[in-house]
């Protein structure tokens, strides 16, 4: 079997444009939060389905054909006969959340530097793929991001002006 190759893509971001993190101090906090936050459920799957990586092998492994002869194949086959089960057919959820793993494990978040900083990478068996998968989840997490910040100005806005109606009374 030869080696294929693996290609990656990064992305630099710096949240505090968006002003979710300035009253955070702690660096190794602040990546794991945005760790998080990239690899959360909600914007991995907003990937997958711009980008219809369901339909794409490298990440749907449930699209990859096996040979009967592998030792996966021989080892499941045999626990299937002791057990005298058969395999059953993966469910679109069962696909989905496969996908959602793959995809999880080929994104890597590094800090840059002692600044709020820090880099999306994702590993892809295609160059061009490594940069839409790195350029969607970027934009998808800053859409996220985006909201929930919105979201969080708006409840402040409304607190506000329920305490200042208070103060009126």
Do not use: C
Not at 128 to 144: C, G, P, S
């Amino acid at each position: 079997r030869i080696a294929q190759p693996t290609y990656q893509a990064t992305a630099s971001i710096t949240p505090i444009a968006l002003g979710e993190m300035e009253s955070r101090s702690n660096n190794e906090l602040n990546i794991a939060a945005e760790r998080d936050a990239v690899t959360s459920r909600a914007v991995l799957l907003r990937v997958i389905d711009a980008l219809n990586l369901h339909d794409d092998p490298e990440f749907n492994r449930y699209l990859n054909a096996t040979s009967p002869f592998q030792l996966t194949s021989m080892r499941r086959e045999l626990r299937h006969l002791l057990a005298g089960t058969q395999e059953q057919e993966p469910t679109d959820a069962d696909v989905r959340e496969k996908t959602v793993e793959n995809l999880a494990s080929a994104v890597t978040i590094q800090p840059v530097g002692d600044t709020e900083t820090f880099q999306i990478s994702v590993r892809s068996g295609s160059a061009t793929k490594a940069v839409m998968l790195t350029n969607t989840l970027a934009e998808e997490y800053r859409a996220q991001r985006q909201l929930a910040w919105s979201d969080q100005h708006q409840t402040t806005a409304q607190w506000l002006s329920e305490k200042a109606d208070t103060l009126k009374t």
